[in-house]
């Protein structure tokens, strides 16, 4: 396990994409590169025989922690790498002291929502709002 640099923005972008991760709408490698470039982010990755095989974007923005792009490469699923990173930035939260971690899964994603409560998550009664600030895609 080992937190990303520049160098590997292809391979972590590529495994996101496998995993269905990304949306058109949101620019990967922008994504990538704002973490690891930034003070308050990482992403971590867990390396099996020399290849790829998970990663997580875990974030602090001062209030709470943030998880997001976990990922697991599909041939190497059930094999616990999921929670291994989960809690991996769970430990890299606590290392910033930040009292909550917090994540979005899409509402229909019930496998998603599955794994993270037997790992003791709860759906939050919340909303999302959002809005673009990019002019591309407002």
């Known amino acids: 396990m080992r937190r990303a640099k520049g160098d590997d923005r292809a391979a972590v972008v590529a495994l996101w994409e496998a995993c269905a991760l990304t949306r058109p709408w949101n620019d990967a490698c922008a994504d990538f590169e704002r973490a690891v470039n930034g003070t308050g982010s990482d992403i971590i990755l867990l390396e099996q025989a020399g290849r790829l095989a998970a990663t997580v974007m875990v974030g602090d923005d001062g209030h709470r922690g943030w998880v997001y792009y976990l990922g697991v490469a599909p041939d190497h699923r059930g094999k616990g790498l999921g929670r291994t990173l989960m809690a991996a930035a769970e430990e890299w939260l606590r290392e910033r002291n930040a009292p909550k971690i917090q994540l979005m899964v899409r509402e229909d994603n019930d496998r998603a929502i599955g794994f993270y409560k037997a790992l003791g998550y709860e759906v939050q009664p919340v909303v999302t ?10």
Do not use: A, M, T
């Open 129 to 138: 709002i959002g809005k673009r600030l990019d002019p591309e895609n407002s």
